[in-house]
């Protein structure tokens, strides 16, 4: 048996990079230090997994070759006028360059899972600009931790014992060196371990934000509550706010998913910027999955867009509403489709996936997954940071690079390789015609 | 009864969907509809049993929860192909869907059975199909 040291985890944003994982004959056998969620993904990894290319026929799937699946999927986007090319959270920066290169070659839109989650976030970067920090900032100088429409302790589960309440940092190495607290519009175990809580009513972020920009200016209410929280909390969070050392707000889709969307982060940001007049505050995104954030980035110092990037016109274009993938699966603009490590069958509204599952769909990942049942072909692709490395971005923007340390199934090639024999295929298919 | 849904990630549902999106483990952790237990006296519901939710998008069959923390009038569906029958299609101009605050109707379904992923990916495709 052999004991993997300093594995990074590609689950979340988190990105851990202290996981110790044993193999004994090319099997997955424990995982040490990781969360229950990333425990699942590399003990399953290997499990309950269809290696096979398969391509649809008489209702169902039948196997295929792996060049045959590759040369279909090079058909369905050559052949298409105006096709979608969505995904890339979950693999590598390098196939994520490739499949940006492939977006071009067939005038398509290229949009990453951003699109339903973060992506209102970096619209309000681009409004408003962006006062942000590492999680190694957090963890050694932040005396104040603000959670906001997040619940680390369901979906990121490390971070508070990593990066903010219980770890220990240079400047602030106890749990009662920092003062927490969460917003949020049910309680939750975060919650639980907060020093102040702000339940919130659903959709009501944005006042709330404008009130706590209010009470940080020493204003006055004429109300006794906003948002449903009492001005009194109001006051006393902001009073928090302006006396901290260093302080750090995180915030999750509750944030950015609720009604005002943008216009949250960007009054979010505003705030936080007002917060820097008096005090030193950064805010981070919790992003969810662990190269979401890559995604972005390739994506914005490819194009100069970080998601919705539509190459049409030959050229680079992005105006979420219009060239998103939600918006264009919905008005059944999109004439065909590539999923590459996402499954937007589970994660786009009925409007989409109905859209979705009546055009041609090409789908690489290593599981089957809610899209690949829609699919015409599927090819199968291995695990990056367990069957392949590649650069990936934490959460916080910092670049990491992910290892090999068991062979994947036969016919799963790392995402980076499948994309590039794409490419080639679809370009000899452009010339021959 | 009249609820505001909010639909998001949980333990479960990031174990079941590690577990394989086509398993029972997924369904069983997202198919799930999270109420108060007032609000589940209310409807005279228990734990386990299949509720109806309807938004103005679309309706869905789940069966009934108890939420871990107490919010009457809230109720909570993990992310995945159930919770999303009842988004809806607007983005409002940010690509982003409205996935949390909805208003829906909750109501007992006695009897209803809550569909397989492969029902629901069948019937995107207009039926017919054997996986």
Partial sequence: MVVVKNVLCSFCGCVCDDLEVSVEDNKITGVKYACALATEKFLHSQEERNPDPLMRADGGFRKVGLEEALDKAARILAEAKYPLLYGWSNTSCEAIKVGIELTEEVGGVLDNTATVCHGVGLEAIQDVGEPTGTLGKARHRADLIIYWGCNPSQAHIRHTTRYTAFTKGLFRSQRKDRKIVVVDVRKTVTSKTADLFLQIDPGKDYELLSALRMAVRDMEFETEAVAGVPVEKIEELAEMMVSCEFGMLFFGLGLTQSSAKNENIAAAISLVRDLNLKTKFLMLPMRGHYNVTGANKVALWQTGYPFAVDFSHGYPRFNPGETSAADLLVRGEVDAALVVASDPASHMPWAAVKNLANIPVAVVDPTLTATSLLADVRIPAAFNGIEYGGTVYRMDGVALKTRKFVEPPPNCLPDVEVLENILHKVRSLKEVA | ?131
């Fill in chain 2, 1 to 131: 009864m009249k609820a505001v849904l909010i639909t998001g990630t949980s333990i479960a549902q990031a174990q079941g969907k590690e577990h394989g999106k086509l398993s029972a483990k997924y369904k069983d952790s997202v198919a799930v509809c999270e109420m108060d237990e007032s609000d589940m006296a209310a409807l005279k519901i228990e734990p386990g049993q299949t509720v109806k939710v309807t938004s103005p998008y679309g309706s869905i069959t789940v069966k009934a929860a108890k939420s871990r923390e107490p919010r009457p009038g809230l109720v909570f569906i993990p992310v995945g192909p159930w919770a999303n029958r009842l988004v809806g299609p607007e983005t409002g101009g940010t690509g982003t869907p409205s996935y949390k605050g909805l208003e829906v109707e909750v109501e007992p379904a006695p009897g209803e059975k809550v569909p397989d992923l492969e029902e629901l990916m069948a019937e995107a495709r207009g039926g017919n199909e054997k996986w």
